[in-house]
């Protein structure tokens, strides 16, 4: 069975509110699977349930080919790690560590071992005695992490595990994240509304929204493939608008492109590209699949500029990749062709809202 | 320009920190008056009787005559007197101990648990502390009576158990508030359960709340007249007795006792400072 988890028509009402809505999924062995969302969307009451934290109203949770539906949290061989980190104020750093052994009645000699064992994986050997108020946030987050993997559950949730600390911890967490979830082999489900941190970290994503999945996939295929406006929009950024066919032509805010059969869908309205896959050109350049407009803002990023296009009826972003400083950036007001490749344009079916 | 402007900023700089560190010893100064005051009027009181209770003469007047234990040696030889703070050490103990049982528990479903009424469970166990004791008293005085109870000091500790509940729910449950629910989450994640939970993870982390609550539940009791006078049957508290011996005027016997509950008023402020520091140095 290489299914560790597997839910089946999962549902939480609260009162009135879906908060998840009839989700099924199945969870791979030693996959990183990342529940990527909105706040509000349903990720964090679903991982919830499967800690069993919460119970579902309707559905079955399995877990390594058991129904654990019923099962109370300290029941579960799952282990969460919390967004505040909920680490025992009144225990030490190897106390709070060890805790889960305690409780279990390993010998006293075997939690003192695994502590330190896992203390070293974690980097924080050297502080076993300090108490969690003397560690700065990356190092209480760690603590968090080798306390809710010494047991070695079936699968570790996380909830959120980034959000408190700042942008430079953020980055240097996320790899090492990744390289832990290498190197312990366990089955990780993240919870975020972060997409780049769903797209480095994880080796599948779903995104919810509403508590329904609206796509699975690979990070790549989610980027490359977004099945619906909104993944297009949520993930990265995407120009969006709306146009019917003809002659194998769309027009985007009145400017006629050209796009690739294999983007038509029956029904498609909404049509799309990334600012980064658009060339942004000088006015007078001739070609095929240009929009003319004039330059209405240019925000600097450093690496790359964003560029925004009046098309006249609308506007849309470019992408400005900065490989020589010297050649300067395009000014407010100038006028500019915006080079989309047939190829490029994305067609979606209809869709109640974007 | 920086260059000459620095010798001037040099000479200027030693006065400068001069003026302003006699001003800062000015307001030290203001700052103590106040303070010594403020110490003057809670302590003189408690320093007369103390003071007076080693007096040789019977008199409360100053200047002292001599000094002498002999108000202490009669104390220890006063059977009613000894009897009364028994009595009272029994039912401050005893109410203390039953409220904390009931109150905690009580804080704790307030705190985790949902259910209907609750709001108005939480208005009601709260109320007791303002009603005046008389209320109480009288109340419970007559519901003894129609389930024919008979008075004792057992009674005195239901009716003071009912009165601090309020005391111990409220100090309990305002840090519970402030405990985050997720290590409750996270102690059952890690396989404990519920029992140990609250002793390993819960009750460690509101454990000051509940030696200070009990602390104040037990002097509240100690001292209690009113709720006492309706319940109690033949036996007298200290209050009681001291308050009936006052009609006889007031007896350096009367200082000796309060000196000495003074005293053990010290004593018990020292063991729960040491509890609680305990609980701060466990971590290290």
């Given amino acids: ?354 | 320009m920086s260059l000459a402007a620095a010798p001037s900023q040099v000479r200027t700089a030693p006065r400068a920190r001069l003026s302003k560190r006699i001003r800062k010893a000015a307001d030290a100064t203001v700052w103590i008056g106040i303070a010594t005051l403020i110490l003057t009027f809670l302590y003189t009181p408690i320093v007369v009787l103390v003071a007076f209770s080693f007096n040789s003469s019977r008199s409360l007047s100053w200047p002292m005559t001599g000094l002498t234990l002999d108000w202490y040696r009669k104390l220890a030889e006063n059977d009613q007197l000894i009897t009364a703070v028994q009595n009272s050490v029994y039912v401050a103990v005893s109410a203390t101990a039953l409220t904390l049982l009931i109150g905690v528990p009580a804080a704790l479903a307030l705190d985790r648990l949902d259910f209907p009424g609750k709001g108005v469970f939480r208005k009601l166990v709260l109320l007791p502390i303002a009603l005046p004791g008389i209320i109480t008293g009288i109340s419970m005085l007559i519901l003894f009576r129609l389930l024919g109870f008979g008075l004792s000091l057992e009674t005195v500790i239901i009716g003071h158990a009912t009165a601090l509940l309020a005391v111990v729910v409220t100090q309990v449950f305002a840090r519970l508030q402030r405990l985050p629910h997720s290590l409750d989450e996270a102690s059952a994640d890690l396989g404990a359960s519920g029992l140990q939970t609250f002793f390993l993870v819960t009750l460690p982390n509101i454990r000051t709340a509940v030696i200070g609550a009990g602390i104040l539940s037990f002097t509240l009791s100690f001292d209690e007249i009113p709720v006492t006078f309706f319940l109690t049957g033949r036996d007298n508290t200290l209050p009681m007795y001291i308050w009936s011996t006052m009609r006889r005027g007031l007896t350096p016997e009367i200082n000796a006792v309060g000196a000495l509950i003074v005293a053990a008023s010290i004593l018990l402020i020292l063991i729960s400072v040491l509890l609680q520091r305990e609980r701060t140095g466990q971590g290290r």
């Fill in chain 1, 1 to 354: 069975m290489t299914d560790i988890i597997r839910l089946d028509g999962v549902s939480k009402q609260f009162g009135f509110v879906m908060g998840v809505d009839n989700v099924s999924l199945n969870v791979r062995k030693g996959e990183f699977l990342t529940l990527l969302g909105p706040s509000g969307c349903g990720k964090s009451t679903l991982l919830r349930m499967i800690g069993g934290f919460e119970e579902p109203t309707a559905g079955r949770i399995w877990l390594d080919g058991e129904d654990v539906t019923d099962l109370p949290a300290n029941q579960r061989a799952v282990n969460m790690l919390f967004q505040d980190y909920a680490l025992f104020p009144h225990m030490s750093v190897g106390k709070n560590v060890g805790y889960g052994l305690r409780v279990a009645g390993v010998p006293k000699r075997e939690v003192e071992t695994k502590v330190r064992e896992v203390l070293e994986l974690v980097g924080l050997a050297d502080k076993i005695a300090t108490a969690p108020h003397q560690l700065s946030g990356g190092q209480r987050q760690r603590v968090a992490l080798a306390r809710a993997i010494v047991r070695h559950p079936k699968v570790l949730l996380l909830d959120e595990p980034l959000s408190a600390l700042d942008a430079n911890l953020r980055e240097a967490m996320q790899v090492e994240l990744r390289h832990l979830h290498q190197k312990v082999g366990l089955t990780f489900i993240m919870v975020t509304h972060d997409q780049t941190e769903a797209l480095t970290m994880s080796d599948r994503v779903i995104v919810m929204r509403q508590g329904r999945i609206m796509q699975d996939g690979a990070p790549q295929s989610l980027y490359d493939l977004p099945g619906s406006p909104y993944i297009a929009d949520f993930i990265g950024t995407t120009n969006l608008f709306n146009s019917r066919i003809e002659n194998g032509q769309v027009a985007c805010y009145g400017q006629p492109l050209t796009i690739n059969p294999q983007a038509i869908v029956a029904g498609t309205q909404t049509f799309g590209f990334r600012p980064e896959k658009a060339r942004l050109l000088p006015g007078n350049a001739s070609g095929a699949n240009l929009l003319r407009g004039t330059v209405a803002e240019v925000f600097y990023h450093g690496s790359v500029a964003r560029i925004v296009v009046d098309l006249g009826q609308g506007q849309v972003l470019v992408d400005l990749q900065i490989s020589d400083a010297a050649v300067g950036l395009p000014k407010a007001g100038a006028q500019v062709a915006v080079e989309v490749a047939s190829h490029k344009i994305m067609g979606f079916a209809a869709e109640d809202a974007a």
